[in-house]
């Protein structure tokens, strides 16, 4: 799953400057190689730390994260698409197409087949039997997308799937059996239908089809927020001044509320592990502040809690759920090299 860097507009500008100023120099790309930390016994790590592995071989940021279990049963995170961390953020300029594939166990990196087109500030991907769905963003200055993509690792190959009732971006992606949840901004997009510049929808893989739902009684949407889903049921997070929780239920339709987040961000990298959500990094909503605080929210106890701070600090950054030797980290992805691969173990 992704999080965003926002465009730069008045103080948010000054807060994505502090994550970037000291990186000047164009970099090249070298080939990528395991580091130590490899070699070390997957238990042999403290819970609640933060490893560094091995240097995602592009400097890029506001990529899109999707996990796959290949053939061998070992979790692949693959990231799509971002910028350059040294070109201009302006709205959607400058996206890359790359896609890189991070082998979790043997800490390698691999590149695929390239997204069709330049995207950044994607809704975030998700796997479905096998394969990643990744919808909405934008390729340049406005322009905003509402396509949805599928790419099977198994044949390296994208294909075009049917596109939402929307043009979207820079929102939040969960499954429920089996298809896939996406709650996003519209951008004012005539065909959003509201007031509320929202889009709420599912999509079917099964029969290629998408569904409008119910929006969020809020309002605010959580651009730039994070999702999780737990019990079958879809949570979003954050992205907004009062870090709301709002839970949507498929059974009835209907959306209610969870405890906010104590310190509300935006921009932060989101990623779900047995059910609960993990907001790490991102931008702190009252003043734009790069933070590096990590926090769990627990949807069982509807309580959130903090955890060790990440090692990089600010928006821009992505996460997806791994497993190690059958335990489960969240890689943490983004920024320049080196440094810009690392693992936390819960």
Not at 43 to 55: E, F, H, P
């Amino acid at each position: 799953m992704r999080l965003h860097s926002l465009p730069l507009r008045g103080s948010v500008a000054a807060a994505f400057l502090i994550v970037t100023a000291a990186c000047q120099d164009t970099p090249t790309e070298p080939p990528s190689s395991p580091q130590a930390e490899s070699s070390r016994p997957a238990l042999a790590v403290a819970a609640n730390s933060w490893i560094t592995r091995a240097t995602m071989p592009t400097d890029r940021v506001n990529t899109t994260t999707a996990t796959v279990t290949d053939a061998q049963g070992r979790s692949v995170l693959y990231v799509i698409g971002g910028r350059s961390p040294f070109s201009d953020a302006n709205f959607c300029s400058a996206g890359l197409s790359k896609v890189q594939a991070y082998d979790a166990s043997a800490n390698t990196w691999k590149t695929r087949a390239p997204f069709p087109h330049p995207i950044q500030y994607t809704n975030g991907a998700a796997a479905i039997n096998g394969k990643i769905y990744i919808t909405g963003g934008c390729t340049g200055y406005k322009a905003y997308h509402g396509w949805t993509w599928m790419y099977d690792p198994a044949t390296n190959a994208w294909t075009e799937k049917a596109s939402m009732p929307a043009a979207t971006w820079a929102g939040n992606t969960g499954v429920i059996q089996n298809k896939l949840y996406v709650l996003s901004s519209c951008d004012g997009q005539e065909d959003c239908g509201t007031s509320t510049n929202l889009f709420f929808g599912r999509y079917d893989p099964a029969t290629d089809a998408w569904t409008s739902l119910a929006l969020p009684p809020s309002g605010s949407g959580h651009l730039f927020g994070g999702s999780a889903v737990n019990g079958g049921k879809f949570y979003a997070a954050g992205g907004d001044s009062d870090g709301l929780v709002e839970v949507y239920d498929p059974a009835t339709n209907q959306w209610s509320n969870g405890r906010a987040m104590p310190t509300p961000r935006r921009g932060f990298a989101g990623a779900a592990v047995a059910g609960k959500l993990y907001a790490i990094a991102g931008l702190r909503s009252s003043d734009f502040t790069p933070v590096a605080t990590t926090s769990v929210y627990d949807p069982a106890t509807d309580s959130w809690k903090d955890l060790a701070p990440a090692p990089r600090f600010g928006s821009g950054l992505a996460a997806g759920r791994v497993f190690v030797k059958g335990k489960p980290r969240i890689e943490l992805v983004g920024g320049a090299r080196p440094s810009n691969n690392f693992q936390y173990i819960p």
